[in-house]
């Protein structure tokens, strides 16, 4: 049905300054558990192997690796993010950092974060990237060994932006966007000012950049 929405605007507030964060993608399996993942959860995934995902990617593991890799280094470039993988020197005990785990099957999504933690309070949330459920047939050709990261370090990047703070919106070439089909994660897609989600607000933008 129909529905009001009264929006009261109040300047002056202090925003939360940006500092520092670490996001570690972590390809060695193990057991996985936060609230989100409800009944899925615990999960126990295995180190990432490409050939999980599909034969037509055995031996490509290293290769898939390295562009998520990248893919998450150019897209978080222009913010005080650090990326390191499981396979550099892990980060001191007792660090803060935030964990996004790679593999899995889940018929429902591609990811999950632990939260959308609003101007990152939380230093140490978590998020599941479904490796084993990029399938070729959920895009409209079969993705090279270097487009296959290219779509899981796009989503992987997304589901970090939800832990940095950020919610859904709707533009294709935006990290952010929940409403396009599978290949869209195959597009240079950037954290931008984009419309909100329908499934969060029916007006207003979000502005990644400025957000993170």
């Known amino acids: 049905g129909s529905y009001r929405v009264d929006i009261i605007r109040e300047s002056g507030f202090d925003v939360p ?55 998450f280094e150019q897209n978080y470039e222009r913010f005080n993010v650090t990326i390191l993988t499981t396979d550099d020197l892990l980060p001191p005990t007792g660090a803060a950092y935030s964990t996004i785990f790679f593999g899995g099957f889940y018929r429902g999504a591609f990811a999950l974060a632990e939260q959308v933690d609003l101007y990152n309070f939380d230093c140490c949330d978590d998020a599941i990237i479904f490796t084993e459920s990029f399938t070729p047939s959920v895009f409209f050709g079969v993705p090279s060994a270097r487009e296959m990261g290219t779509a899981i370090g796009n989503v992987g990047s997304h589901e970090a932006g939800h832990v940095l703070g950020l919610n859904h919106t709707d533009d294709d070439l935006d990290l952010m966007d929940d409403q396009s089909p599978a290949d869209a994660f195959l597009l240079d897609q950037e954290f931008m000012e984009a419309p909100l989600s329908t499934d969060i607000m029916p007006i207003g933008t979000q502005d990644g950049v400025l957000l993170l």
């Open 17 to 71: 300054q940006p500092f520092a964060q670490t996001l570690l993608l972590d390809f060695d399996g193990g057991i996985v558990d936060f609230p989100s993942l409800g009944p899925l959860g615990p999960m126990t995934l295995a180190p990432f192997n490409a050939a999980d995902i599909s034969t037509v990617y055995q031996n490509e593991t290293g290769t898939i690796k390295a562009r998520i890799r990248e893919v």
